[in-house]
């Protein structure tokens, strides 16, 4: 009997960088300190901002807004549920809690409607 080849599975970080840069919809992440650390070509052509630009700094809100101040992310990695409610409005952002409704392991957090406070200039 033949012996099958080995089965190769990518590292964790390449499935991210494939799954983020072959998007045409922008995409960033951001590390726990508010770094980016993945900025890709949807982004780029939405933003004219170069990944090379972006990547390991915390200007991840000039692809939403003239000036510098938190956005979404930026709450929602600090759990600062509150804040994001007070600026966005209580009506526009909804908690979904792990377990909730069905949700896997993680919580997520919804901006509903059009913000124009949120809209990059």
């Known amino acids: 009997m033949t012996a099958l080849p080995p089965v190769i599975r ?6 991210m960088e494939t799954f983020l840069g072959d998007m045409s919809l922008g995409q960033i992440a951001l590390d726990k300190a508010h770094v980016i650390v993945r900025w890709n070509a949807g982004v780029e052509r939405m933003t004219g901002l170069a990944a090379a630009e972006m990547i390991g700094g915390r200007r991840h809100w000039r692809a939403f807004l003239p000036k510098q101040q938190p956005v979404l992310a930026d709450w929602f990695l600090d759990n600062d549920f509150e ?5 966005h409005g209580a009506a526009n952002l909804r908690r979904m809690e792990p377990g909730a409704n069905g949700w896997p392991s993680a919580t997520i957090w919804i901006l ?6 949120c809209s990059r200039a």
């Not at 990518?10 to 499935?15: A, D, G, L, M, N």
């Open 83 to 87: 804040a994001a409610t007070a600026y």
């Open 112 to 117: 509903r409607g059009s913000c124009a406070r």
């Open 10 to 15: 990518p590292k964790p970080e390449r499935i």
